[in-house]
């Protein structure tokens, strides 16, 4: 059975940091393509950073510089280090790992951003 599971969502300040985690289990980890997307309340889903098995990284314009996506395939766990936190960040965070046919999501994570 494939699980993603999230964490590390809460609430934090304009400016401040929270690192997302995302362990999966049930899945050949090193193999897949690990993105991070957010939906934004009343809002479509999107794609904020993504990583590959070789550790090729993309980012979403609105979080370049900011945002840094990484992998520990040992641990089986994706992650999304966050900085500089805006109002707009705020979404439930999801975890989504993709190889081929594959497609598997977590459940997410709220990531709110205010003062």
């Known amino acids: 059975q494939v699980q993603l599971v999230e964490s590390g969502g809460g609430l934090v300040q304009p400016g401040g940091s929270l690192r997302l985690s995302c362990v999966a289990s049930g899945i050949s980890f090193s193999l897949y393509r690990m993105d991070w997307y957010r939906q934004p309340p009343g809002k479509q889903r999107e794609l904020v950073a993504g990583i590959t098995g070789g550790r090729s990284t993309n980012y979403a314009d609105s979080v370049k510089g900011r945002f840094t996506v990484s992998r520990d395939n040992a641990k089986k766990t994706v992650y999304l280090q966050m900085n500089s936190l805006k109002p707009e960040d705020t979404a439930v965070y999801y975890c989504?790992?993709?190889?081929?046919?594959?497609?598997?999501w977590g459940q997410g994570t709220q990531v709110t951003v205010s003062s």
């Open positions: 989504n790992a993709v190889l081929s046919s594959n497609d598997y």
